[in-house]
């Protein structure tokens, strides 16, 4: 069993950057995501797309914002529970919880923060009538473990960054790439369009638009995908792997099954005090909490993960008192014994 004073659901960036503000009160952190990596919405849908509200920064990537906070937090060694959905949650009789996932795996934690933006997200799947017949045997919504690709037939199938970013890093590493779009055009980054459009000159990527995969071929596994390009006739392409990747749908999920307040499929808290939903020690931040002048921004949810933690430090250690200092004269302290400081100022007696 995982043990950890502060759970967090989602791993996107109020997530993260809740790890930060739990490290500077010596709390430990553990983040749960259904995604195979840190970053929500941010890497997975958009990671190439420029945010402009971030403070202190007129212009970031979505993927760098990711980065950062993750390098951000790296002194405070939180641990993370990827691919894997929060699905059941129980309350201890000393007050902490247990939370179990999909695939079984616990989690003890004395706090827990859901941070799952606008919720657990799961893919869009194509209407093809057998698609679920492959499903784990060839068929993959998202892509975990590149490596598992190497040397294969990949096809993928979409026409946004993530169908574009993974057709360009597989390029590498697959046998063959083959990426097919309903359109001519694309909706991701540019670089990114012109990255594909270089491969493909280069005999890295077969690009077949506009087209549709319609069927798949195979019995135990996948062999190929059947496709139909606009004016010509329906044929076959041979693969190891389809990879439709038409981006996620977000849902509330097994959360809302909590007992949790619920209003518009968002979590009702107090936003007066602390974030704290109808469970007390159970809090929710950033876009999957509601409340009256609610605004899901990313900065609101830093604010928010701030307010929290200040929370849970006295919800934890109700006989502490908590002296907040700033991080220009406390410096940072991580768990991995390093330390962030200002320079110390030379006083210099005057002869």
């Known amino acids: 069993m995982i043990t950890t004073d502060i759970l967090i659901i989602g791993a996107g960036p109020t997530g993260l950057f809740t790890v930060f503000e739990a490290g500077l009160l010596k709390l430990k952190c553990h983040l749960i995501d259904a995604l195979p990596q840190a970053g929500g919405q941010c890497s997975e849908i958009y990671p190439k797309k420029p945010i402009y509200d971030i403070p202190a920064y007129p212009e970031i990537l979505a993927g760098d914002l990711t980065k950062n906070l993750l390098e951000q937090i790296k002194q405070f060694e939180p641990g993370f529970t990827f691919g894997e959905r929060a699905e059941t949650i129980d309350k201890q009789e000393d007050g902490t919880f247990i939370v179990t996932t999909n695939k079984g795996t616990k989690h003890h934690a004395k706090i827990v923060a859901i941070a799952g933006g606008l919720g657990s997200f799961e893919p869009r799947k194509p209407l093809i009538p057998n698609i679920a017949d492959f499903e784990d045997k060839g068929v993959e919504y998202m892509i975990k473990e590149p490596e598992f ?44 369009v012109e990255k594909v459009q270089e491969l493909k000159n280069l005999g890295k990527i077969n690009l077949i638009t506009p087209a549709e995969v319609k069927g798949i071929l195979g019995t135990d596994k996948v062999t190929g995908v059947a496709v139909e390009k606009k004016g010509e006739d329906a044929f076959i392409v041979d693969t190891d792997h389809f990879i439709p990747l038409f981006g996620l749908s977000p849902k509330l999920g097994p959360i809302g099954n909590w007992g949790l307040e619920i209003e518009k499929n968002a979590i009702k808290v107090n936003n007066a005090l602390d974030y704290q939903t109808n469970i007390p020690g159970v809090y929710a931040i950033g876009d999957v909490n509601t409340y009256p002048g609610k605004l899901k921004l990313i900065l609101c949810g830093f604010h928010e993960a701030t307010l929290m933690c200040q929370s849970a430090y006295k919800r934890i250690f109700p006989d502490k008192k908590y002296v907040m200092k700033y991080t220009t004269v406390g410096g940072v302290d991580g768990f991995d014994g390093t330390r962030k400081e200002a320079p110390k100022a030379v006083v210099k007696a005057i002869q």
């Open 149 to 192: 690709y190497r040397d294969k037939k990949v096809v993928i199938s979409g026409g946004g960054d993530s169908a574009l970013d993974w057709a360009i890093f597989l390029s590498d590493i697959a046998s063959e790439v083959t990426l097919i779009h309903r359109r001519n055009e694309f909706r991701g980054a540019l670089d990114s």
